[in-house]
């Protein structure tokens, strides 16, 4: 089971990107998807996530620009992101709590990263 990001990229302040993460190999279920950040010199942070049922929670560093959601194919989840600052400069990271049979807990998997720039 792995989780493959894509979408990061150069973009100027106020400009747009749209991540994707999508999870394959054999899953059951997905308990929850996030997105994490992490800037040059500092802790990794959560960004949004988003929860079987579609209930969607949002750093207040983000709120009003990003929009976490899932894709047609429940494994994909992405983050559409508005309005780009310098300070969203980071390596963004997909985060998935997930099972691959019924009979197994739920465990925590990670993406390898993308980088996002936000830089005139």
């Known amino acids: 089971v792995q989780l493959v990001e894509s979408g990061g990229g150069l973009v100027q302040p106020g400009g747009s990107l749209r991540l994707s993460c999508a999870a394959s190999?054999?899953?059951?279920?997905?308990?929850?998807m996030r997105w994490y950040r992490q800037a040059p010199g500092k802790e990794r942070e959560l960004v949004a996530s988003i929860i079987q049922g579609g209930m969607t929670n949002y750093a207040d560093s983000v709120k009003g620009r990003c929009t976490i959601s899932r894709g047609n194919a429940e494994n994909t989840v992405f983050l559409q992101m508005n309005s780009l600052k310098p300070e969203d400069t980071a390596v963004y990271y997909c985060?998935?709590?997930?099972?691959?049979?019924?009979?197994?807990?739920?465990?925590?998997?990670w993406g390898q990263g993308t980088l996002v720039t936000v830089s005139s």
């Open positions: 190999g054999s899953i059951f279920s997905i308990n929850a």
């Open positions: 985060n998935a709590i997930l099972r691959t049979s019924i009979l197994q807990n739920y465990f925590e998997i």
